[in-house]
């Protein structure tokens, strides 16, 4: 089962944070060799308001209700397959989403391997996503 989620142009993927509930972008993979060859962070700070979480405690409201809802065929077929129960497949599978191209990337002076995106007009300072060290841009 693969469901995935797009990222930008840029090839930044929208996040949301589980403590303050606003989104920015992280980049997705490693943006050079240099931040390939950093060691993945057991946390990442929220940019916004500095709270860190686990890695994958960051999927919008969006991403996960598009996840379930793609999945959701596979998994009634699945069922069905194991069980011999025929469910028939809603149809409401939802178009592939689309990520569109907002915010503006910033680079912490501390760790700039790690850029992201924040909300357009959003206030300073803004939190290191790799360290939590507060910065302006
Ligand atoms: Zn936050
Ligand atoms: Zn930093």
């Known amino acids: 089962m693969n469901v995935s989620i797009p990222a930008d142009d840029d090839n930044f993927l929208r ?79 939802p178009e592939a989403m689309v990520e569109p191209n907002d915010m503006d990337i910033v680079q912490s002076p501390c760790h700039p391997y790690e850029p992201i995106k924040v909300p357009t007009g959003h206030e300073q300072p803004i939190h290191c996503l790799v360290c939590g060290s507060v910065f302006a841009v």
């Open 15 to 93: 996040r949301e944070c589980p403590t303050c509930e606003q989104q920015f972008k992280w980049h997705l993979g490693p943006i050079n060799d240099e931040a390939a060859a950093e060691p993945t962070p057991d946390v990442y700070y929220c940019p916004l308001c500095g709270v860190p979480a686990g890695t994958d405690q960051w999927w919008t409201k969006e991403q996960l209700e598009y996840a379930r809802a793609r999945a959701m065929p596979d998994i009634l077929a699945q069922l069905s397959n194991e069980t011999g129960l025929h469910i028939d497949p809603t149809s409401d599978v």
